[in-house]
């Protein structure tokens, strides 16, 4: 009796611990924390909680204010009687507003009246679809009106260009001017091919008495996104220098007495956003370095070197606001979706304001997060990061699996991701590795940049060097692993089903390149392919192109894929079509390969729908069952 007592007992701690890990369902349940401001009167934090309703398929969204000394928070109903509108001029007179403007024909009854019923959509011009919308005549303008007014003026008449920009631009596109007599805004204005082509976003400056508009950065002809004003009146904005570079260099910089100063130009990194000092005198801003993103201070001046406030293992995602010397950050890491901190700018020491999800993670074993050094094939320190599962045992052996991250160039830090989870994939009992190849920004411009052009190169060879340099391990098992990635980590995938030399036992590439051909064809933004690639398909010339058609194109090594691949794609996926799936999908199925197809109809480069998110995760580890 006593010993079946002892097995019983054994079973339900065995059982309870089993339970104790991260599922799907606790995932997609989790709260999204979002800083809004520190309030008016400089006592509280505003912020948002919104948690997803698997049954409803909605999200619920509480507004919550919390004093800056920490304590409980307090729901509000109205948050914005308790922050700075900054879409209200200075003076209080004007306030600032978008709309969608119908300029240009393109449907059917555009054309012709007498079809109201007609869906199609007639085009002259590139630039006929973006991310996930196909044009249909409309641009974002920003209006003004008095407070309380009705007559909306249009600061953009006429003109077929957006702002805010799409897909990505907000309210951070629009500020006044401190004196309330001119509004800034960001818009890329161009059409047709040459939009396609090109970065060039430029900052303008609209007069409201002279209803004149000029342009405040046409000597750049890259990016210049994200104006901002300090309190001593000093315009500051980020910046790539070069035409048809998404991923260029960031750069801060300001207009001082006349004169355009680049406060990083001799920084070895990029800016990912900023805040002005309440001073002025000085600019906070995050970065990627070294595997996380931290919070660094430069004085607004020429010739200085920024200082890194903020050291650990986490990201700083953004800077929500400055109270003294305290600045209220929002900061997340592979075993922790976001929540709001206090930071001590002058020593980096944090404190934990927000509490959202306490109570899950109170329940949960988590597993270990740590840094992996592996020397690359061509003699570099590469930092890995290393996901264990929960209850981790050394003796044991796991099965293992290769995260490729997109981009190519987004930065492989400490994310917390609702669908690429780290911390659930070690739940799931796999161990982890992602390496910081080739092409990740935070290890200085040199790395960062070295990827294009050089897809299927360097950085290929930087994956498995980090697969292979963790399977000697004795807790990995060597006979069960696994690709795994999204956009260029898709490619990835499929790039290295070609290459792997037996290594892997299963792929998976979600909405990945497949066929560079069909991809330059149908892609929107074409700066992207033409600086990563080269340049188009038929300029025969071209070598570099050339090289990246040919070496570097997945659909080429498909006769040599062995190994069983699920294909995830989008349909309403503009970047990376819909063709580059259903391509790869039926060249592994004529060939006999244990394959699936997961398409989402109206998802786009990412997967948003609820549901859709946990049949995503259900299906991902369902695969990863059946083939390790």
Sequence with gaps: MKQIFVFVLGFIVTLATAQDVMTPEQLIQLKKVSGQGISIDGQHVIFSSSQYQIEANTSKTKHYKISLKGGEATEISFPEKYLEQTQISPDGTYELLTKSVKLEKVTGDDFYEDVPESDVKIYTSLNYRHWDEWQDGKFNHVFYKKVNGDQ???????????????????????????????????????????YAISTNTDIYAYNLETKETRNLTPDNKGYDTA?????????????????????DKNDIVISKDGEHINLTAAWDGTVNSFQWADNGKSIYFVAPTQGTVQLFEIKAKANQKPHQITDGQFDVQGIIGQNKRDLVIARQDMNHASELYIVNSRNGKMQQLTHQNDDVYDKLTLGKIEKRMTETTDGQEMLSWVAYPPNFDKNKKYPTLLYCQGGPQGALSQFYSFRWNFQLMAAEGYIVIAPNRRGMPGYGVEWNEQISKDYGGQNMEDYLAAIDDIAEESYVDESRLACVGASYGGYSAFYLAGHHNKRFKSFIAH????????????????????????G???????????????????????QNWDTPILIIQGGRDFRVPIGQGLEAFQAAQLQGIKSKLLYFPKENHWVLDGQNSLIWQREFYKWLGETL
């Excluded at 897909?167 to 161009?190: A, R």
């Excluded at 560079?516 to 074409?526: K, L, V």
């Design 227 to 247: 104006p901002a004003y300090s309190s001593k009146g000093n315009l500051g904005w980020l910046q790539m220098a070069r035409d048809g570079y998404e991923s």
């Design 511 to 534: 909405d990945g390149i497949f066929n560079w051909q069909s991809m330059y064809g149908t892609t929107e933004e074409m700066f992207f392919v033409n600086w990563d690639l080269g």
């Design 536 to 558: 188009p398909y038929w300029e025969k010339d071209n070598a570099a192109a050339q090289k990246s058609y040919d070496v570097f194109n997945p659909v080429n090594y498909v």
């Design 152 to 194: 909306e003026i249009d600061i953009m008449p006429g003109e077929a260009f957006d702002s805010p920009t799409e897909p990505f631009g907000g309210s951070e596109d629009y500020i006044w001017n401190p004196e309330g007599t001119e509004i800034l805004y960001v818009s890329k204005k161009l059409s047709g091919a040459d």
